[in-house]
């Protein structure tokens, strides 16, 4: 018997015994049985024991189509026909070819070239070295440093974990990280101290003067301010600081794992706008957001305008693939990678890649799932999909039976439920009480499968999801956190 014909008893204890988890504390994992996905279907997952369970994290926010797909699935065979895999060091391969045309053509603006890793990590790691070097190349050495967004995240490796350092996960490599400015981040819920819309109070009875009070992400006033907030403290650094700034590093629209977190609409145009008048690099991270997640192709499609026609660098990974095998693009200007290139003595080239970059069956993947957007008119249906959810949500306004739902924020197919302890003040939950973990957890015996973030619960839907099962996996989450009884008191 091989391991993977084991019975689940044994593959628990295997698990147990060599597998350590990403993003997991893992003593706290050992103390009861995995859930074990064998297969998969469409937007289903399928446990050893058969049980079938709606996809409802996308797989970590990368499967587009669903599981499965005979197109992809196909697709890969074909390449696999061919060849497994080839190196893109001084070879070139025909998907990645083509891919590398295509992605050129649907970005927006002028990313004309294409760079390949294999995660959203390296995808940002390489955009960092890219705009590094651009300024270094074109004689500026000294437009060496970045700024980011409060909350961001960019990913694992070291130069992504400086520019989305947070205390609570990266404290023990302090030391390794470089330093970053980090400029307040629009976030309604947690607005920085001492701002006084904060405190504007969300009804706590049913308002019938008001049955439709805005959460605080969708308060006008609110929302406009934060925004004037955080472009103000953008421009006040970068007046003292652009010539020492290489590159603006931004999650467009909605910051993912930051508990989803929406920026008002024109945030980052302004920010663009900041860019360019202060001569730094705008980087757009749209490893989460890519690939139709906020009802566009790419987050920055909502903000362009005749001022801003797309950013310098952008990052791409996740929904690539359609979710897939692991595949990341980093996608330059060709004034940028122009930087890179010159005689061999004057030590331009960028030499930086990996074994896997590039890999024939992923970009093969790729192709197939671009054209599935246009067969399947995708993101037609993500736009139906997010007014389904906008409007099933609506439920949770009532306070009598959602007391502690704060704040829903979601862009298309991106959705964040924010908990706390009451609705009138707002204050958190302590996190080690795990109450949206708990509660997610909960789903499960119904169906479903979603992970939080804190004390927000994420929803990140499947982007092909038919709409009867979306629609059934909105009434989970409803009636999961409505029929609750365990809410901590203190
Ligand atoms: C915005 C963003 N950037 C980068 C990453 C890192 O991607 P990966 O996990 O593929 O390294 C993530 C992952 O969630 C992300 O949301």
């Not at 009532?398 to 302890?421: C, N, S, T």
């Not at 990140?460 to 029929?483: C, F, G, K, Q």
Request: hydrophobic share 40%; aromatic share 6%; glycine share 6%.
């Amino acid at each position: 018997m091989t391991p993977t014909q084991a019975p689940a008893q044994t593959l628990t204890q295997l698990d147990h015994q060599h597998l350590w988890h990403p993003f997991t504390p893992m003593r706290q994992w050992r103390q009861s049985p995995p859930l074990i996905i064998e297969q998969a279907q469409g937007e289903y997952l399928i446990d050893t024991d058969g049980r079938r369970y709606i996809d409802g994290v996308s797989s970590l926010w990368c499967n587009v189509h669903g599981h499965r797909v005979p197109q992809i699935d196909q697709a890969i065979r074909d390449q696999l026909d061919k060849v497994a895999h080839t190196t893109l060091l001084g070879l070139a391969s025909p998907p990645s070819i083509q891919l590398a045309q295509q992605l050129a053509e649907i970005t927006p603006g002028q990313l004309n070239k294409v760079f390949y890793t294999d995660a959203g990590a390296t995808a940002v790691e390489v955009a960092l070295k890219m705009a590094v070097g651009y300024w270094h190349h074109n004689g500026q050495p000294a437009k060496n440093t970045f700024i980011a967004f409060s909350g961001a995240y960019h990913g694992d490796t070291t130069g992504s974990m400086s520019i989305g350092y947070s205390e609570q996960f990266h404290h023990a490599f302090r030391s390794m990280v470089f330093p970053v400015q980090f400029v307040p981040a629009p976030n309604t819920c947690h607005p920085p101290p001492g701002f006084a819309p904060a405190n504007t109070p969300l009804p706590t009875r049913p308002n019938t003067a008001a049955p439709n009070h805005p959460w605080p992400s969708e308060d006008p006033s609110l929302t406009h301010a934060l925004k004037e907030h955080s472009l103000a403290e953008l421009d006040r650094h970068l007046q003292q600081h652009a010539h020492h700034t290489a590159g603006i590093v931004i999650e467009p629209v909605m910051q993912g794992a930051a508990g989803m977190v929406c920026q008002p609409p024109g945030f980052v145009r302004g920010v663009a706008d900041l860019a360019r008048k202060h001569s730094v690099l705008l980087i757009a991270d749209e490893v989460a957001t890519g690939f139709g997640r906020t009802g566009k192709m790419f987050a920055c499609e909502h903000e362009l305008d005749d001022s801003f026609d797309g950013p310098d660098i952008m990052c791409l990974a996740k929904g690539i693939t359609g979710g897939y095998l692991p595949l990341a693009a980093t996608l330059a200007t060709d004034d940028i990678e122009q930087a890179f290139c010159g005689q061999l003595s004057d030590r331009r080239t960028l030499y930086h890649g990996h074994t896997y970059t590039g890999n024939p069956l992923a970009c093969a993947a790729a192709l197939a799932s671009l054209d599935l957007f246009k067969t399947n008119r995708l993101l037609d249906h993500i736009n139906q999909s997010a007014a389904i959810i906008a409007e099933r949500l609506n439920t949770l306004r009532d306070p009598d039976q959602f007391p502690h739902v704060v704040d829903i924020r979601q862009r298309g197919l991106m959705v964040g439920i924010e908990l706390a302890k009451d609705r009138q003040n707002r204050q958190p939950f302590d996190p080690t009480q795990q109450i949206a973990a708990k509660i997610c957890l909960s789903m499960r015996h119904k169906g479903l499968i979603i992970r939080p973030l804190g004390n927000v619960i994420i929803l990140m839907p499947i982007p092909a999801m038919p709409h009867d099962t979306l629609t059934r996996m909105l009434d989970i989450v409803t009636e999961s956190i409505r029929d609750w009884q365990d809410w901590p008191t203190t």
